[in-house]
């Protein structure tokens, strides 16, 4: 198979998989190239997505931060592990997430989990809802602060 025939079906397979999400460079890169395209070939396709800015990896970190916070929120180290995963600069993923407030995102997530675990002790109230939030990559002390603002009155005050 020619060159050009090879780059065009990179090309075609790169789109094909930019219609299902977005993707960083080097996530396209290693995708194809697992697809058993040459690195010429593969090079030579993220090149031209560039050009046609259909491949921007700061448009890629923002719109990854703003979904994540939308459907599945999480806390600024977990959200910068997943764009440092996706091969996403550490320029980029700095201003990506410079806009992220993890005291009002662990509050949010704290305050609808704990009307789902009414009824509970106090010690497993704290316990599983520190728990949910720290999974979520939130910091000790964030969590510590957002288990306070939402823990029912104690019974023995």
Known sequence: MDAETERKRALARAYHLLSIRARSADEMFRTLRLAGFEEPVVEDAIA?????????DRAFAADWVRSRLQSRP????????????????????????????????????????????????????????SNYL????????????????????SDDS
């Not at 806390?75 to 407030?101: N, P």
């Not at 609808?112 to 599983?128: E, K, P, S, V």
């Open 74 to 129: 999480r806390g600024r180290r977990l959200i910068e592990h997943e764009l440092r995963e996706k091969g996403v600069s550490s320029e980029d993923m700095s201003e990506a997430t410079s806009d992220i407030d993890d005291e009002a995102t662990a509050f949010k997530l704290a305050a609808r989990r704990a009307a789902l675990m009414q009824g509970l002790d106090r010690q497993t109230f704290i316990r599983r809802l």
């Open 48 to 56: 031209q997505l560039r050009r046609q800015n259909v491949l921007d």
């Open 134 to 153: 720290l999974a979520r990559g939130f910091s000790g002390e964030t969590v510590s602060r957002a288990v306070k603002r939402v823990l029912p009155p």
